[in-house]
């Protein structure tokens, strides 16, 4: 799937967060955890090991 595609799929997703809490975008958040998940993680800390590690993104 090309990135444009899986952004088109996702920016229909309408995020539910405080506005004031946000830091990052709503896509880079799923598109890191989607990422993260195929490399492996099995949970919310290994998760945030990965998105840590691959930070320069």
């Known amino acids: 799937m090309h990135i444009d595609t899986f ?12 506005s004031a809490k946000v830091t990052y975008p709503l896509f880079d958040v799923l598109f890191a955890s989607l990422c ?11 998760i945030r090991e ?7 993104w």
């Open 36 to 46: 993260a998940v195929i490399a492996g993680a099995k949970g919310w800390f290994d």
């Open 7 to 18: 952004k088109q799929h996702f920016n229909a997703i309408d995020a539910q967060r405080q």
């Open 50 to 56: 990965y998105i840590l590690g691959h930070r320069a």
